[in-house]
Nanobody, 127 residues
Framework: VQLQASGGGLVQAGGSLRLSCAASGRTFSSYDMGWFRQAPGKEREFVSAIGWSGGRIYYADSVKGRFTISRDNAKNTVYLQMNSLKPEDTAVYYC?????????????????????WGQGTLVTVSS
């Protein structure tokens, strides 16, 4: 699976962006998908994840209520709608794909679950 993230850019605090992650291949619908981000000087952190069927959705506490993850299996694409952006959301955002176990709730938050990673798209939120 090859992943291509897009949609990043410069936005003022309080604004919105929608990130997209397009996947190659005909098995996209069988993959759990995640979004992670890495701010300058910090380690990469979990943002959100969605199960292969869309039935499982998880968010980091820092984005809950502001970000929405969704997927369109017909288009092989996962989205991250980001509203009420804050300067602390500034980071490179990566999408990731993983298939198979583990299926515990905690596993979706862990980079180890994901086998494939996109190249990242930069989001900059100005104050």
């Amino acid at each position: 699976v090859q992943l291509q993230a897009s949609g990043g850019g410069l936005v003022q605090a309080g604004g919105s962006l929608r990130l997209s992650c397009a996947a190659s291949g005909r098995t996209f619908s069988s993959y759990d998908m995640g979004w992670f981000r890495q701010a300058p000087g910090k380690e990469r952190e979990f943002v959100s994840a969605i199960g292969w069927s869309g039935g499982r959705i998880y968010y980091a506490d820092s984005v809950k209520g502001r970000f929405t993850i969704s997927r369109d299996n017909a288009k092989n694409t996962v989205y991250l709608q980001m509203n009420s952006l804050k300067p602390e959301d500034t980071a490179v955002y990566y999408c990731a794909a993983g298939r198979g176990p583990p299926y515990s709730v905690g596993s979706y938050y862990n980079e180890a679950k994901y086998d494939y990673w996109g190249q990242g798209t930069l989001v900059t939120v100005s104050s």
